[in-house]
Nanobody
Framework: AQLVESGGGLVQPGGSLRLSCAAS????????MSWYRQAPGKERELVAG????????WYVDSVKGRFTISRDDAKNTAYLQMNSLKAEDTAVYYC?????????WGQGTQVTVSS
């Protein structure tokens, strides 16, 4: 099983990025997908999640109204659309797949918000 994130990079404050998380080796559609981030010197935190059906989503308060999580089961891919980016969004972003006791993590993608 494997998760591969992409789409990170350097963006100016107020800009946008879309992260992708491509899954392989497991039944993607039956897993809850989440995005986490970890800034230097800080603990990893949950940013957003989406249920296996896509019918429920949740977000940390600091990104509500700016970030949108989605999934495309036909492509085995989860996304995180990030708008109105702020310097405090700078972190390594990780995707996570979970189903009962089965958990998979990606390797992370760096997002840097700076002018």
């Amino acid at each position: 099983a494997q998760l591969v994130e992409s789409g990170g990079g350097l963006v100016q404050p107020g800009g946008s990025l879309r992260l992708s998380c491509a899954a392989s080796g497991f039944t993607f559609s039956s897993y809850v997908m989440s995005w986490y981030r970890q800034a230097p010197g800080k603990e990893r935190e949950l940013v957003a999640g989406i249920s296996s059906t896509g019918g429920s989503t949740w977000y940390v308060d600091s990104v509500k109204g700016r970030f949108t999580i989605s999934r495309d089961d036909a492509k085995n891919t989860a996304y995180l659309q990030m708008n109105s980016l702020k310097a405090e969004d700078t972190a390594v972003y990780y995707c996570k797949a979970i189903r009962t006791s089965e958990i998979y993590w990606g390797q992370g993608t760096q997002v840097t918000v700076s002018s």
